[in-house]
């Protein structure tokens, strides 16, 4: 039985890799994925201070409260950039313009880091926002 589904997933795979190389939408899709894949691994990288394949931390306590810290800031990152992206779609004046832009979100990631600086210290205690977002006309583009 097992030499017969491993010559089964011989098969499977060779009609896959036949679909691949001759459907040019397959490998379009391939590529998207593997390129967003490929970017959120780098945006975890950029999040880490110095070598972020090795924990150089003392403890086993530390490991986990470091790598929950980086979750934390590549989340609140993510998280800021959708609230820009959702402020943009509702700054379209068209429909046509926001199915458009849409489109071109959809085809991104928001694992993207370059506008916001990872290596400098900030300055909360006078909090000033810079810009505001309008948080009910985003909630309405989900529920309205």
Request: proline share 1%.
């Amino acid at each position: 039985m097992y030499k017969a589904l491993k010559e089964l997933g011989k098969i499977y795979r060779t009609i896959y890799i036949l679909r691949y190389i001759s459907e040019e939408d397959l490998r379009k899709s391939v590529e998207s994925v593997l390129s967003k894949v490929e970017n959120a691994n780098h945006f975890a990288k950029a999040v880490m201070v110095g070598n972020p394949q090795e924990f150089n931390w003392s403890t086993h306590y530390d490991q986990p409260t470091a790598e929950g810290c980086k979750r934390l800031i590549i989340n609140a990152i993510n998280y800021r950039n959708l609230l820009l992206l959702s402020q943009q779609i509702c700054n379209c004046k068209t429909a046509e313009q926001k199915e458009e832009l849409i489109k071109v979100i959809s085809r991104t990631s928001t694992h993207t880091w370059h506008h916001i600086n990872l290596h400098r210290e900030f300055d909360f205690s006078e909090l000033q926002t810079t810009r505001a977002f309008d948080m009910e006309a985003i909630l309405n583009l989900f529920t309205g």
